[in-house]
């Protein structure tokens, strides 16, 4: 069993608060997480329908059954409960009592404000990082590998297929969990929308423009983004324009969370391909941002992530804030160093006295220059945290 590096900060915070709220997308290994932790406490799965209906009709009764410590599994299933458990632990006064699990968190984070505001930590887990897979000698050589194979833990603990196991992660979860959450109709016409995503990955969303691609209005494609972003299945990079104009850029950019299932879309099917692709500099840029994601993630933080990009093309693939500074970043999935991959930071460094320890994150080896940026691997994203 690969052991999470988010676990330590778990433990932390279970004696912290009387409970802790892990969210996360459908198979990061949230339940496996839990369980593996905390092997002495009770575990119930709220996607039982038996189970959440006597929670949901008796939920005094159904938690009389558990008088000692829980884990309840999918809590956005029966977002309600929250209440109860909120007078329990407000009567108890222990801290750990329980651990709450969630694969979407729009109504589960609105809940979570009006009935457990102090009482819970929250911890988001996606699926593996880089680190994780080599500190467990699961680790590539190269970056198409990890972006064809995705970060779900089944394919490394079962050595699934990649491909076939995201068609059946697809089916079995994208889809069925929109199904319920927008009252999907035309399922067709949401996988047109899914594969144009999937091409527009890492660029500047026109929604109008992806919007008449797929048939649908803007309202509609805003509304399916943001389903997708709160149940884990994209990510949202927002730009950064504080201080620097009218110039600059408003717009977001989205992510796959999970490369394997970006590379499914796009009809990937080896890591050679992944090489090929006319998209191979946004698909590596999707596969560092998302490992930024979940470096600040399992330490608990928020992800405060930025881009930036003015009106003149000028951009930073990412801004890193810490403290008052701006740590600028520039992607490129080239795996040989060249002088003018450093020529959009150099430019960046003079915006303003904020930007600071600007650094290149390719393929290549790691490299230090005088002038205080930085070249480094891509799989060595652990350094910033």
């Known amino acids: 069993m690969i052991k999470r590096l988010i676990e330590s900060e778990f433990i932390q915070l ?12 459908r198979q990061a290994g949230k ?71 969630g694969s979407h968190q729009l109504a589960l984070r609105e809940a979570i404000a009006q009935s ?29 590998d990890y972006i064809y194979q995705g970060f779900l833990p089944r394919i490394y603990d079962q050595q699934q297929r990649p491909t076939q196991a995201y068609v059946n992660y697809y089916q079995t979860y994208v889809e ?19 594969k144009l995503l ?16 797929v048939g649908v209005s803007a309202t509609t494609i805003k509304h399916w983004l943001s389903i997708l972003e709160a ?13 620097f104009g009218k110039r600059v850029i408003k717009t977001p950019k989205y992510y796959f969370v999970d490369t394997g299932l970006l590379c499914f879309l796009l009809g990937i099917e080896n890591p050679r391909q992944v090489a090929r692709d006319p998209l191979v500099g946004q698909l590596f840029e999707n596969l560092v941002v998302m490992d930024f994601v979940k470096n600040l993630y399992n330490k608990g933080k928020l992800d405060n ?7 003149n093309g000028l951009e930073a693939d990412l801004l890193f804030p810490q403290g008052r500074q701006l740590i600028p970043i520039e992607i490129k999935s080239s795996s040989t160093y060249k002088p003018e991959l ?20 390719y393929a290549g080896d790691s490299k230090q220059f005088s002038n205080g940026i930085t070249a480094l691997g891509f799989e060595n994203l652990n350094i910033f945290f």
């Open 176 to 194: 069925r969990d929109v199904r319920q959450l927008i009252n999907l109709k035309d399922v067709a016409q949401f996988q047109k929308f899914m």
């Open 31 to 101: 339940t496996t997480l839990a369980r593996q932790v905390l092997p002495e406490y009770a575990y119930v799965n709220l996607e039982h329908p038996e189970t959440r209906d006597f929670a949901r009709d008796d939920p005094k009764a159904f938690l009389a059954q558990y008088p000692g410590n829980v884990i309840f599994d999918e809590i956005q299933r029966l977002p309600e409960l929250l209440s109860y458990l909120q007078v329990a632990v407000d009567n108890q006064h222990e801290n750990g009592r329980y651990v709450l699990t």
């Open 231 to 243: 149940s884990f299945i994209v990510y949202k990079l927002v730009p950064y324009f504080e201080n």
């Open 342 to 361: 450093l020529r959009g930071l150099k430019r960046i460094m003079e915006l303003s006295p904020q930007m600071t320890n600007a650094h290149l994150i």
């Open 305 to 311: 992530l930025y881009f930036f990009r003015d009106s």
């Open 116 to 144: 457990l505001a102090g009482r819970t930590a929250i911890l988001h887990l996606l699926p593996f990082s880089i680190a994780e897979l080599r500190e467990n000698n699961l680790g590539f050589e190269k970056a198409e």
């Open 14 to 25: 279970l004696a912290e608060y009387p409970i802790v709220t892990i969210l996360g997308p």
């Open 198 to 213: 999937a091409g527009r990955v890492g660029q500047l969303m026109d929604y109008s423009s992806l919007a008449g691609d």
